[in-house]
């Protein structure tokens, strides 16, 4: 999983609005502070479906260096994990609490999925929101 640093900007009476350095083309935005990464994570899934080829992630400093005129209007930086989908499923064995996986069961059986469908859906939902 890599980490691509995009630019957030917001003016008066707009949304925050998202761009990536490192991605031509790559914007998302959010009404919410806390819609920023989701809608970003979105932004970029959406991106590399289309992309020819893998562009690795500049550093932070690189980063900070292109966006120096952003940052001196009042934007900042966040960080957004891309998780690269393969498209290939992988047969994995946990072990949890029973009480733990009869909710999960309940939970996953309400959202009409599969177990291995909500594990993975909390677990995105987890990684994005950890470094918001």
């Known amino acids: 999983m890599n980490y691509y640093y995009a630019v957030v900007h ?6 925050f609005g998202v761009h990536f350095p490192d991605l031509p083309g790559c914007f998302s935005a959010a009404d919410e502070v806390e819609a920023l990464v989701p809608n970003a994570c979105e932004a970029l899934e959406l991106w590399f479906e289309d992309a020819e080829e893998a562009i ?10 292109i966006a120096g005129e952003d940052l001196a209007a009042g934007a900042f930086l966040i960080a957004v994990p891309h ?19 009869e909710a999960i ?10 177990r291995s469908a909500f594990l993975a859906d909390a677990a995105r939902n987890e990684i994005e929101q950890r470094r918001a």
């Open 10 to 15: 917001k003016d008066a009476d707009s949304a």
């Open 56 to 65: 690795p992630p500049r550093s932070l400093e690189a980063i900070r260096l």
């Open 83 to 101: 998780i690269r989908r393969t498209g290939r499923q992988v047969r994995a064995n946990i072990s949890m609490d029973h009480g733990m996986l």
């Open 105 to 114: 069961d309940r939970a996953a059986a309400d959202r009409r999925l599969t």
